[in-house]
């Protein structure tokens, strides 16, 4: 059945067209994110609950955040220790199927620039934005990122 999976990653993806990653844009300081998220996001200290990918730094977090048919741990990132947004990782939970998931990212990016099987990158002009996806032992990490210079 095609309907959930489509429906699913309209949720993931919608954002306000001002946005970046759903109501954040790259660059916002900690707090403008942490207020952005309407009372979901909490400030959060780097340890092995909550990680970012290229040695970036997690300042906030939003746990099992339901979006579409999917549930993730939602981590803002940082380049630098209370420096602005610069990367939003999601990590799967719940069981969430990581083939429904690719399948999905398909649907709404189309080709990837790369897939190698458990890495397949998305490189969205519409968004300017990079998406990785990272499936491992069944789980899953969806990262966004911007694709422009300085960020």
Same mark, same amino acid.
């Given at each position: 059945?095609?309907?959930?999976?489509?429906?699913?990653?309209? +949720?993931?993806?919608?954002?306000?067209? /001002?946005?970046? =990653?759903?109501?954040?844009? =790259?660059?916002?300081?900690?707090?403008?994110?942490?207020?952005?998220?309407?009372?979901?996001?909490?400030?959060?200290?780097?340890?092995?609950?909550?990680?970012?990918?290229?040695?970036q730094i997690? +300042?906030?977090?939003?746990?099992?955040?339901?979006?579409?048919?999917?549930?993730?741990?939602?981590? +803002?990132?940082?380049?630098?220790?209370?420096?602005?947004?610069?990367?939003?990782?999601?990590?799967?939970?719940?069981?969430?199927?990581?083939?429904?998931?690719?399948?999905?990212?398909?649907?709404?990016?189309?080709?990837?620039?790369?897939?190698?099987?458990?890495?397949?990158? =998305?490189?969205?002009q519409k /968004?300017?934005?990079?998406? /990785?996806?990272?499936?491992?032992?069944?789980? /899953?990490?969806?990262?966004?990122?911007?694709?422009?210079?300085? +960020?």
């Amino acid at each position: 059945m095609r309907l959930p999976w489509i429906v699913s990653i309209f +949720f993931l993806m919608v954002s306000p067209a /001002s946005a970046d =990653w759903q109501y954040t844009k =790259w660059g916002m300081t900690q707090d403008q994110v942490i207020a952005a998220s309407k009372g979901e996001a909490r400030k959060v200290n780097p340890g092995p609950n909550f990680v970012c990918n290229d040695k970036q730094i997690p +300042f906030a977090a939003i746990q099992k955040k339901v979006i579409g048919d999917f549930s993730f741990d939602v981590i +803002f990132c940082s380049k630098m220790q209370g420096g602005p947004l610069t990367s939003v990782r999601l990590d799967s939970n719940d069981n969430v199927n990581v083939y429904s998931l690719k399948r999905a990212l398909l649907a709404q990016f189309g080709r990837p620039a790369s897939d190698r099987g458990d890495t397949t990158i =998305w490189n969205d002009q519409k /968004s300017g934005n990079t998406i /990785s996806l990272f499936i491992t032992l069944g789980t /899953s990490i969806l990262e966004y990122r911007s694709n422009k210079s300085g +960020f």
